[in-house]
């Protein structure tokens, strides 16, 4: 079923060649069946690929190099794991900046498995109550964070999940909390809803 819920809401994905195809796919489509506007954010020229766990996936064509990528145009940012993405985007400075805006401007960051070694390279998750996948609890837990085993995890602007089996939730609480974005952007707008 597709609805407006997120209707003008942009959402950069970051993301490089090794990211876990499904937890870019569920989560876009959930985001898109709803009216919002998915974008691949990458430092990759034009097509990144993605893996079905240690089997290659599909490849999709990048929207915007990340050293073109503005975060005042997106109201949000998802970050797949995948461990070989998640370690490639964690050594990108232009990755580490971006999130950086992202995060002083309180926008939601939705991130899920390895993905958080971005946000641990960033410099933004101490203090921050999150999730991940289970073999890089100990780099949360060394940068700060306050790490919990559970499938869904709220700490102000950053949502987090451990795994694909977390994703129907994941994609659930995402879109609910985008929407409240989109009801803020419409009340400034004046727009009655």
């Given amino acids: 079923m597709y609805g407006n819920k997120l209707e003008n ?10 990211f876990e195809q499904v937890e870019f796919t569920s989560p876009r489509d959930a985001l898109v069946s709803e009216g919002a506007v998915v974008h691949i954010v990458s430092p990759s020229q034009r097509l990144v690929r993605g893996m ?11 929207d915007v190099p ?24 964690r050594e990108n ?8 805006h992202i995060n002083e401007q309180n926008k939601l960051i939705a991130v899920i498995c390895h993905g ?8 933004l998750v101490s203090g921050r109550r999150m999730t991940s996948y289970h073999t890089i609890k100990d780099d949360l837990i060394n940068a700060g964070a306050r790490w919990v085993d559970e ?6 602007n950053f949502l987090s999940s451990r795994h694909p089996g977390d994703l129907p ?3 659930k609480h995402l879109v609910d909390k985008l929407a409240q974005t989109q ?7 004046g727009v009655e809803w």
């Avoid at 809401?9 to 090794?18: C, E, N, P, Y």
């Avoid at 050293?67 to 070989?84: C, F, I, K, R």
């Avoid at 009801?183 to 707008?189: F, G, I, L, S």
Wanted: net charge negative; glycine share 6%; hydrophobic share 40%.
């Fill in 151 to 156: 499938a869904v995890v709220e700490d102000e």
């Fill in 9 to 18: 809401i942009r959402v950069a994905a970051i993301m490089t060649d090794g």
């Fill in 116 to 123: 958080p070694w971005t946000l641990i390279s960033a410099g």
């Fill in 169 to 171: 939730e994941f994609d």
């Fill in 93 to 100: 400075e232009s990755v580490q900046n971006f999130l950086r």
């Fill in 52 to 62: 079905h766990h240690n089997r290659p996936g599909d490849q999709f064509e990048i």
């Fill in 183 to 189: 009801h803020a952007h419409a009340y400034r707008a």
């Fill in 66 to 89: 990340i050293d073109q990528a503005n975060p005042e145009d997106y109201d949000a940012v998802l970050l797949p794991g995948g461990v070989a993405n998640a370690d490639k985007l």
